[in-house]
């Protein structure tokens, strides 16, 4: 599948190509620092399936693997648009909210569900708007 997508004020935007039975959701708690919310929505693009058009900032942290992940995010908005890693730069994992085509990419996995937040876990009966009440 092929998607478009970027960061939140245009600096940064890609295409790619994609598998739709690839997207996954991480619990890891550094997903959540990051992300600021309870998990991240991710879907892996290869190299030779990913154009990017701007030049992000990348911050490099250290997995609790041991694996050094490249984190790039927008220089100017902050937006987190993908990760790979840092010397073998052959896949990115997109950050599935800055995908135009969000919608359709819905999770078949999630990983690290051991520091899940338990709340995280089924959201069905909280209280639903449709948009931020007053």
């Known amino acids: 599948m092929r998607i478009t997508g970027g960061c939140h004020c245009g600096?940064?935007?890609?295409?790619?190509?994609?598998?739709?039975?690839?997207?996954?959701?991480?619990?890891?708690?550094?997903?959540?620092?990051?992300?600021?919310?309870?998990?991240?929505?991710?879907?892996?693009?290869?190299?030779?399936?990913f154009k990017l058009t701007g030049t992000p900032k990348v911050y490099v942290k250290t997995a609790e693997s041991g694996n050094k992940r490249a984190q790039a995010f927008c220089p100017e908005c902050g937006t987190h648009v993908y990760a790979t890693s840092v010397e073998n730069q052959q896949v990115f994992g997109i950050r599935v909210g800055t995908c135009d085509q969000r919608a359709e990419l819905r999770p078949v996995r999630q990983i690290w569900c051991q520091s899940a937040q338990p709340w995280a876990m089924n959201i069905d009966s909280l209280t639903k708007f449709p948009r931020q009440p007053g």
Do not use: W
């Not at 620092?33 to 991710?42: E, K, P």
């Open 11 to 49: 600096a940064i935007k890609y295409e790619a190509e994609i598998d739709p039975a690839t997207v996954a959701l991480c619990h890891c708690t550094d997903c959540q620092t990051m992300s600021g919310s309870a998990f991240r929505s991710n879907v892996p693009a290869k190299r030779e399936g």
